[in-house]
Nanobody, 118 residues
Framework: QVQLVESGGGLVQPGGSLRLSCEAS????????MGWSRQAPGKQRELVAF??????KLVADVKGRFTISRDNAKNTVYLQMNSLRPEDTAVYYC?????????????WGQGTQVTVSS
């Protein structure tokens, strides 16, 4: 079982920055993939960024503005969000994925609200 706790959301003006944190209850070396998804009101949840032991990926919409990183000593993954836009407003969820012989198992945090508005 993996528990994830997000923090760092809030209200920010367009063009501003926020850093989201996701602390895992276990050593993140044992997790195959960690990332962030978001869900805006009335929309489906969408992937934003993820990282494995050897690579990172951000979706096109946030490339150049968002960065995903990790601190292994703190078992924490971060999402640095710069140049925020109103359309980035959503609940942001951290997830952890473990690959199994017959698929994968995902664990989710409770979500943190990000609101971009003037």
């Amino acid at each position: 079982q993996v528990q994830l706790v997000e923090s760092g959301g809030g209200l920010v003006q367009p063009g501003g920055s926020l850093r989201l944190s996701c602390e895992a209850s276990i050593n993140i070396f044992s997790i195959d993939e960690m990332g962030w998804s978001r869900q805006a009101p009335g929309k489906q949840r969408e992937l934003v960024a993820f990282m494995t032991s050897g690579s990172t990926k951000l979706v096109a919409d946030v490339k150049g503005r968002f960065t995903i990183s990790r601190d292994n000593a703190k078992n924490t993954v971060y999402l640095q969000m710069n140049s925020l836009r109103p359309e980035d407003t959503a609940v942001y969820y951290c997830y952890a994925r473990r690959f199994l012989l017959n698929g994968a198992r995902d664990y989710w945090g409770q979500g943190t609200q990000v609101t971009v508005s003037s």
